[in-house]
């Protein structure tokens, strides 16, 4: 069992940068890390993913914008949001997907709302 704990979130105005940090209750090396978001009325959406080797992949709509990074400790994995626009605006997931089947975790979020 793993435990996630999302931080960094909060009130921006357009164009302005946050980070996202997610804390593991233990090692995190062996799996997959995602953030997800979820905004009013709207499906839970894969924003960007870090594979076990490093890989990345990340949404159309925040390309460019967003950087999904693991931390030097074996526990933590960040979301650098910058030019954050509106439409960012949703509580953002942190995800772990491990190796063996069910071993799927989630944090309970964090609101980041984008607003002038």
């Known amino acids: 069992q793993v435990q996630l704990v999302e931080s960094g979130g909060g009130l921006v105005q357009p164009g302005e940068s946050l980070r996202l940090s997610c804390a593991a209750s233990?090692?995190?090396?062996?799996?997959?890390m995602g953030w997800y978001r979820q905004a009013p009325g709207k499906q839970r959406e894969l924003v960007a993913r870090?594979?076990?080797?490093?890989?990345?992949n990340y949404a159309d709509s925040i390309k460019g914008r967003f950087t999904i990074s693991r931390g030097n400790a074996k526990n933590s994995v960040y979301l650098q949001m910058n030019s954050l626009k509106p439409e960012d605006t949703a509580v953002y997931y942190c995800?772990?997907?491990?190796?063996?089947?069910?071993?799927?975790?989630w944090g309970q979020g964090t609101q980041v709302t984008v607003s002038s």
């Open positions: 870090i594979t076990t080797t490093g890989s990345t």
């Open positions: 233990g090692s995190i090396l062996s799996f997959n």
């Open positions: 995800n772990a997907n491990g190796p063996v089947y069910g071993m799927d975790y």
